[in-house]
């Protein structure tokens, strides 16, 4: 069992992690009530002027400022619904829109701290290593870049086909209580640049939540009803932050140390990498992280290889990431299936391109 002051340290560690979940969960399903991503997916296919291509690149980059600001599970929960809508009001394939979602929510989720779970872990590491926030952001953002790219270059080849062409009709958006989605849209904008700076997550997460419930209260109580916090999700996070802890003193760390070695050579960053990498897309991305964390942590660029591995790679499994499986019940839910054998062929070679352009610079 873990002693006082151990527990005392892993509860202040996690505890913050655990609040912006719940708290940035609140932020991102009343804007969705309000409507924002709903307006966000039809402002793109009235500005991509019926060229196919043209608004797949729009939704990306929504998918992408999405992923970046209110995390990776709020564009898998939230995006995904709205890009086959559109799709199929457009009379377009939903694929090409469906993979967006999915991979950008995984490999759109290193710039920032917030952007994934893994990040706010590892960023506690980067305090210790003197790096702090903006260390964070300097070392993230070229791997960031590279892994956007390569994943954009990868759907692009695949989906080419099916990107081209035109669409007719313009799918116009469901009305909305405008105060409300100005409201909503408005502190989403927001949190962007608060977060980008350094601020507390969770503390800023906290009051965009607490805002948005006030404005929501007094415009339409109604909307506030059924709001899917995650509260099963933190307990369960909260027993394996317990859980990893404890192996980890216990033997497990001593075993990943053999394996995934030391050194910050281009060998063993790759090494690290791909151990995360596959891992995630054995066990789930978050206990992957947890486990490594503690033979990466002596090094900024073993923990930023670590995250690579752990961010962009989990794309092969169903399981790989939480975002994975939220994504696939909203693509059952709106009548959308893709074969498992397809989705993971087509995910190894996202995955593979995306973390070799991330990784690249740090072994640069």
């Not at 002693?3 to 969960?25: K, M, N, Q, Y």
């Not at 992408?64 to 600001?69: D, Q």
């Not at 995904?80 to 989720?109: D, E, I, K, M, Y």
């Not at 701290?113 to 590491?125: D, G, M």
């Amino acid at each position: 069992m873990l002693s006082g002051p151990e527990l005392a340290e892993l509860v202040a560690r996690v505890g913050p992690v655990l609040v912006f979940l719940l708290a940035i969960t609140v932020v991102a399903e009343i804007s969705d009530r309000a409507g924002v991503f709903d307006v966000a997916g039809h402002w793109a296919a009235r500005a991509g002027r019926h060229r196919t291509l043209v608004l797949w690149l729009l939704f990306v980059l929504v998918a992408v400022a999405c992923t970046v600001v209110l995390s990776l599970d709020t564009t898998a929960v939230l995006l995904t619904p709205v890009g086959l809508a559109v799709a199929r009001q457009l009379g377009l394939s939903p694929v090409p829109f469906a993979l967006s979602t999915l991979w950008l929510a995984n490999t759109a989720s290193l710039l920032l701290p917030v952007s994934n779970l893994t990040n706010l872990l590892a960023l506690h590491q980067f305090d210790q290593l003197g790096l702090g926030h903006a260390g964070y952001v300097r070392l993230a953002a070229l791997p960031a870049a590279g892994a956007v790219v390569g994943t954009l270059a990868v759907l692009f080849l695949l989906h080419r086909r099916e990107l081209s062409g035109r669409y007719q009709p313009d799918a116009p958006p469901e009305p909305h209580d405008r105060a409300l989605l100005r409201a909503a849209a408005g502190v989403c904008v927001a949190v962007g640049p608060l977060f980008a700076l350094g601020l507390n997550p969770a503390l800023v997460s906290t009051a965009a939540a607490a805002v948005l419930v006030a404005v929501t209260a007094r415009r339409d109580r109604r909307i506030l009803h059924g709001l899917a916090v995650p509260w099963r999700m933190a307990l369960v996070l909260a027993v394996l932050f317990v859980g990893i802890d404890l192996a980890l003193r216990h033997g497990l760390q001593a075993w990943l140390q053999e394996v995934a070695g030391g050194g910050t050579s281009p060998g063993d960053l790759a090494r690290l990498a791909g151990l995360g990498a596959v891992s995630a897309n054995v066990v789930n991305n978050l206990p992957a992280y947890l486990a490594l964390e503690s033979v990466a942590r002596t090094e900024p660029d073993r923990l930023m290889a670590l995250l690579v591995g752990v961010n962009v790679g989990p794309l092969v499994t169903p399981w790989a990431s939480l975002a994975t499986l939220l994504w696939a019940q909203r693509c059952r839910t709106a009548g959308v299936v893709m074969g498992r054998w397809s989705l993971a062929v087509q995910g190894l070679a996202c995955a593979a391109v995306a973390g070799a352009l991330a990784l690249a610079p740090l072994l640069l």
